[in-house]
């Protein structure tokens, strides 16, 4: 079973600060990784992928991965009021027919407090 | 451009009723999938379809068809809909290739009374 465990919030970070998002999962096999934000009543919204150990960053965004560990994480400087949304990691595996498929984890709701 | 499309917004159905929920793409994707969105269960894969005439079960198919009529179009079909699948349903597409990003309509949101 291939599993993607985040905490589920509130994480609530004050305006202008890092706000740090965690996700573990458990197949070793996967080799993409991903950041999605939603928010309210909306559909996600791909925001960061990663693939390879390191940082990469885009913006105000940081994504970082940890294959060794089995740990995928999203750095948001200078968070602003709009980030407040629910961020999905999505962690890739190969499907039958060679289907790309993603298991999500349930979400981390950031709540930015102006 | 206008991406993934999903036709309706929102639909209300009484028990034992049928209906197709339309999704379409303009990305020249090959895959396209069928999620659910349920609260504290997170997104599940209902049905997939890895290329043009090609369909599979994902994690939650019971009580859904699906058709892939073409490339750009996959649609969803409950034949006898039940209370259980009062959900918010997405469709996506990615591109086979090796980055795997899916990208998602804006969603038909689901009431089976």
């Known amino acids: 079973q291939k599993e993607v465990e985040q905490n589920s919030g509130p994480l609530s970070v004050p305006e202008g600060a890092i706000a740090s998002l965690n996700c573990t999962y458990s197949d070793r096999g996967s080799q993409s990784f991903f950041w999605y934000r939603q928010y309210s009543g909306k559909s996600p919204e791909l925001i960061m992928s990663?693939?390879?150990?390191g940082d990469k960053e885009d913006g105000r965004f940081t994504a970082q991965l940890n294959k060794a560990s089995q740990y995928v994480s999203l750095l948001i400087r200078d968070s602003q009021p709009s980030d407040s949304a629910t961020y999905l990691c999505?962690?890739?595996?190969?499907?039958?027919?060679?289907?790309?498929?993603?298991?999500f984890g349930k979400g981390t709701h950031l709540i930015i407090q102006p | 451009n206008a991406g993934v499309t999903q036709t309706p917004k929102f639909q209300v159905l009484k028990t034992g009723q049928s209906m197709t929920l339309q999704c379409a793409q303009d990305m020249n994707h090959n895959s396209m999938y069928w999620y659910r969105q349920d609260p504290g269960m997170g997104l599940r894969l209902i049905y997939y379809?890895?290329?043009?005439?090609?369909?599979d079960k994902g994690e939650v198919p019971n009580g859904y068809n699906v058709s892939r009529l073409n490339k750009r179009e996959f649609s969803l079909r409950l034949e006898s809909a039940a209370p259980s699948q009062t959900s918010v349903y997405f469709c996506a597409s990615s591109d086979r290739g090796l980055y795997y990003e899916q990208y998602f309509g804006p969603g038909t949101r689901l009431t089976v009374t």
């Open positions: 379809s890895a290329s043009e005439g090609t369909t």
């Open positions: 999505a962690v890739n595996h190969i499907m039958r027919g060679g289907a790309d498929g993603l298991t």
């Open positions: 990663i693939y390879s150990n």
